[in-house]
């Protein structure tokens, strides 16, 4: 059964940093493109950043870019996400999504629970 789990979520004051992971489990993920999405209360789920399987193409949304770094560990079958000078509005809970296929992901984590306050 294939898993994503998320962790390093919580609260935070406007200003701060927080790194997310995601651990893959059940298959290994080394040859997939791997992604962050957000879902903040009565919005969509929207699009954070993306990594290609060897690192080599990063995207961003424009609302993180230059804020957040995404990144992976292949062997650890594991993607990051570190979050620098949190805002507010980056309250939300943030999922790790695993292999781009058909312009979209085939799996999804639980996600984790991210807060900033002002």
């Keep these: 059964q294939v898993q994503l ?9 406007a200003g701060g940093s927080l790194r997310l ?15 962050w999405f957000r879902q903040a ?8 950043a993306a990594i ?3 690192s080599g193409n990063l995207q961003y949304a424009d609302s993180v870019n230059g804020r957040f770094t995404i990144s992976r560990d ?3 079958n594991t993607v990051y996400l570190q979050m620098n000078s949190l805002k507010p509005e ?3 809970v ?10 979209k992901y085939e799996y999804w984590g639980q996600g ?4 900033v306050s002002s």
């Design 112 to 115: 984790t629970q991210v807060t």
């Design 90 to 92: 980056d309250t939300a």
């Design 94 to 103: 943030y999922y790790c999504a695993a292999r781009y296929t058909g312009y």
């Design 52 to 54: 290609s399987w060897n």
């Design 5 to 13: 789990v998320e962790s390093g979520g919580g609260l935070v004051q």
């Design 21 to 35: 992971s995601c651990v893959a489990s059940g298959r290994t993920f080394s040859s997939d493109r791997m992604g």
């Design 41 to 48: 209360p009565g919005k969509e789920r929207e699009f954070v």
């Design 74 to 76: 292949n062997a650890k």
